[in-house]
């Protein structure tokens, strides 16, 4: 009896402070945080750079059925015709020197992209301050945010970087005049993107594993014929930079042999995909990906069929493990 005459002084004590009305006092923000993340690396600070999205639609991906994308887009809620994709870029704070990994897409998809620039500046940056752009490769939602929207290099004083042969295929006049009606925007975007850097001299090409200084690119051609990720060590630590290895984390993890319309050749990029894949796996490497979900990093898990992606849980920046 004393026990539930304690119980209900409490319940009218607590009800006795409860605010009158549970309704909002304040008007919804509307807006999302910035778009950045950083994470350690050894030596070096990475900061994951979200420039938006894009909603491609799920009939892209090929090599399996409609019903097994849809399956497989369900089981992480993401089912429909069109999925939200992410676009990324990585900033890696190297003792001072800025590499920025990928530039985004500016607004040459629309106005859901072409933030990366707002991002750099938010996370404490200025574009003036990126000594290197590393390219995995020239499709425009990786290369395109070079520019402003005047058509001025964002970052006047970095050296842009990409394979010798991806600049051979995309840079060429005769596969540009020679390419179908709908895809020649592709060969006139990354075109114009580069066009300031290669009159500044500004503009470098590489082949094979070239080093960055801890910084080595890994070729990984299919999806573009120079498609390139790259690998960044320190003090014994390693991110496998995928780039476009992966668009669909919810299809193209279960079943890497799903290619994506995009690929260039697609025999080539699913194999590229399963070398990284496992590779990832094998050696517990810390990866991300400019279409996985923001910030795209994570590891590779080997399961008995296929892979699966983990996300990262969210960490307070350290440098000690």
Same mark, same amino acid.
């Given at each position: 009896?004393?026990?539930?005459?304690?119980?209900?002084?409490?319940?009218?004590?607590?009800?006795?402070?409860? =605010?009158?009305?549970?309704?909002?006092?304040?008007?919804?923000?509307?807006?999302?945080?910035?778009?950045?993340?950083?994470?350690?690396?050894?030596?070096?600070?990475?900061?994951?750079?979200?420039?938006?999205?894009?909603?491609? $639609?799920?009939?892209?991906?090929?090599?399996?059925?409609?019903?097994?994308?849809?399956?497989?887009?369900?089981?992480?809620?993401?089912?429909?015709?069109?999925?939200?994709?992410?676009?990324n870029a990585y900033l890696i704070n190297a003792g001072g020197k800025l590499i920025l990994v990928d530039a985004g897409a500016a607004k040459a998809f629309g106005p859901t992209l072409g933030f990366v620039g707002e991002q750099l500046r938010a996370a404490g940056y200025a574009p003036e301050q990126v000594d290197v752009v590393l390219l995995t490769h020239l499709h425009?939602?990786?290369?395109?945010?070079?520019?402003?929207?005047? $058509?001025?290099?964002?970052?006047?004083?970095?050296?842009?970087?990409?394979?010798?042969?991806?600049?051979?295929?995309?840079?060429?006049?005769?596969?540009?005049?020679?390419? =179908?009606?709908?895809?020649?925007p592709f060969f006139e975007l990354a075109r114009k993107s580069v066009a300031p850097y290669q009159a500044a001299g500004k503009f470098k090409t590489f082949s094979g594993e070239a080093d960055f200084g801890g910084i080595k690119a890994v070729?990984?051609? $299919?999806?573009?014929? $120079?498609?390139?990720?790259?690998?960044?060590?320190s003090k014994g630590q390693r991110l496998l930079i995928l780039g476009d290895a992966v668009h669909s984390h919810a299809v193209q993890f279960?079943?890497?042999?799903?290619?994506?319309?995009?690929?260039?050749?697609?025999?080539?990029?699913?194999?590229?995909?399963?070398?990284?894949?496992?590779?990832?796996?094998?050696?517990?490497l810390l990866v991300s990906g400019m279409h996985l979900p923001f910030p795209g990093l994570g590891h590779v898990r080997a399961e008995a069929k296929g892979f699966a992606w983990v996300p990262v849980e969210y960490s307070p920046l350290r440098k000690d493990k």
């Open positions: 009896m004393i026990r539930r005459s304690l119980s209900a002084l409490a319940f009218a004590l607590g009800a006795a402070f409860l =605010p009158f009305s549970a309704s909002a006092e304040a008007p919804a923000a509307g807006t999302q945080v910035p778009g950045y993340y950083r994470a350690a690396l050894g030596d070096l600070e990475i900061t994951a750079l979200y420039d938006g999205y894009v909603d491609l $639609g799920a009939n892209l991906l090929l090599g399996a059925s409609k019903a097994d994308v849809q399956r497989l887009l369900a089981r992480q809620f993401l089912a429909g015709e069109k999925v939200q994709t992410a676009v425009a939602d990786h290369v395109a945010g070079v520019l402003t929207p005047d $058509g001025k290099p964002l970052f006047p004083n970095a050296e842009i970087h990409v394979a010798q042969t991806e600049a051979d295929f995309w840079l060429s006049d005769e596969n540009a005049a020679k390419a =179908p009606k709908d895809f020649k070729p990984s051609n $299919g999806h573009t014929p $120079g498609h390139t990720s790259y690998l960044v060590e279960a079943h890497p042999e799903v290619a994506i319309e995009f690929d260039a050749d697609k025999k080539a990029a699913i194999a590229a995909r399963k070398q990284l894949f496992a590779w990832a796996a094998k050696d517990k």
